[in-house]
């Protein structure tokens, strides 16, 4: 098993760890169960719906804690990543202080502006053993500039030959900036085209630009979802995988074994199965409808009134009970508030004929 796979083994876990618990919930629930799908992070308050292409990614890993934000719930998806950071990030996911502590590779010394009391110290001290970061010729290693998009690959790429994934270098003639890659970055950035995890954008590479660090979640989740096709590690684009939030727990990288590409997996669903097997969730999806409800919340009830209908269903709120606003920014309240026009939109997670978790929009 490869580095690469043993990290998505262990993203896999975490969600394999939660389902454990859920699956035996399931067992005798007999009342409608529901799963949001959301279109934007659940982790972090400013991955809005305009990540649509990447809060997937940033969240699941969010989940494996390869990527974090800045404390506040707030990840800045839009800004540029430090070389600094951008090395982290890759330590975190492929383990390589990990290696060099447990002592499978020498220490080859760390840079000359790499203080070692630093946050980043140890993460360019052990790429520096791997040979991922090699400096300048008068060893330095600039931490504090922005990575670019060709920098990125470059490392990106050393960092998967250190594991037993094989990527060929491929051709850069469908981008027009093509020959704006470096000669020193040209074999990296071919090789992750051509093993699609990188997908360029307008038919460009743009690799002298800043990577953002929702660019980088991106880069790192295809990097770390390789599949293994012999002479070529190779990134697979699923439809079928999504992730959830069932209660009050996210699930990532969650196969829907009932797709249907005509369907739009978005917005609350109900799901008449949740199974895990050999590390991979599955997910039963059914009941397309729009099912936002009116709610009312007193005295530990809540009280739907159907999208559809008029019918009104009463459940208790579970004990540990939470309101999550789904609008932006997104945010979470521990308890349940007597309503008025804050539940007015009501998307509810029910577990054992109990309300787990209330979705919700203001407007």
């Avoid at 203080?115 to 053993?129: E, F, H, I, L, R």
């Avoid at 954008?201 to 630009?209: C, R, V």
């Avoid at 579970?318 to 008025?340: L, N, R, W």
């Amino acid at each position: 098993m490869t580095r690469t796979r043993k990290l998505v083994a262990a993203m896999l876990l975490v969600a394999v760890v939660a389902v454990s618990v859920l699956t035996a919930a399931l067992a005798t629930d007999n009342t409608e169960t529901y799963a949001y799908l959301p279109n934007h992070s659940v982790y972090f308050y400013d991955v809005t719906e305009e990540y649509a292409w990447a809060h997937r990614e940033i969240d699941t890993l969010a989940v494996a804690g390869v990527i974090k934000g800045s404390g506040d719930h707030l990840f800045y998806p839009g800004n540029a990543i430090t070389r600094a950071d951008f090395i982290v990030m890759l330590d975190r996911a492929f383990g390589m202080s990990q290696a060099l502590d447990s002592g499978q590779i020498d220490s080859k010394g760390t840079f000359v502006d790499v203080p070692g009391n630093m946050y980043y110290s140890k993460s360019v001290t052990a790429a520096k053993a791997f040979g991922v970061a090699t400096g300048t010729d008068d060893n330095r290693f600039l931490p504090n500039q922005n990575m670019t998009r060709q920098d990125a690959m470059v490392f990106l790429k050393r960092t998967l030959d250190r594991t037993q994934l094989t990527l060929q270098a491929g051709s850069l003639a469908a981008f027009s900036d093509a020959g704006q890659v470096a000669d020193y970055a040209r074999e990296s950035v071919s090789a992750l085209v051509n093993a699609r995890v990188i997908g360029g954008s307008d038919g460009k590479l743009n690799p002298t630009a800043n990577v953002t660090r929702a660019e980088m979640a991106i880069m790192l989740y295809r990097a770390t979802h390789l599949l293994d096709a012999g002479t070529n590690a190779v990134y697979e684009q699923r439809n079928n995988v999504v992730n959830v939030c069932i209660g009050a727990q996210s699930y990532c990288d969650v196969v829907i074994e009932n797709y249907d590409a005509s369907v739009k997996y978005e917005g609350l669903m109900q799901y008449t199965s949740l199974r895990q097997e050999n590390g991979v969730i599955y997910i039963t999806l059914t009941n397309r409808q729009q099912i936002d409800r009116t709610v009312v919340y007193a005295d530990g009830q809540f009280s739907f009134k159907s999208a559809q209908s008029n019918d009104v269903l009463t459940l208790p709120a579970a004990a540990d009970c939470v309101a999550v606003d789904v609008t932006q920014p997104y945010h979470q309240i521990k308890e349940p508030v007597s309503t008025g026009d804050v539940y007015r939109y009501c998307y509810p997670s029910v577990v054992n004929g109990e309300v787990a978790v209330v979705y919700y929009s203001k407007t």
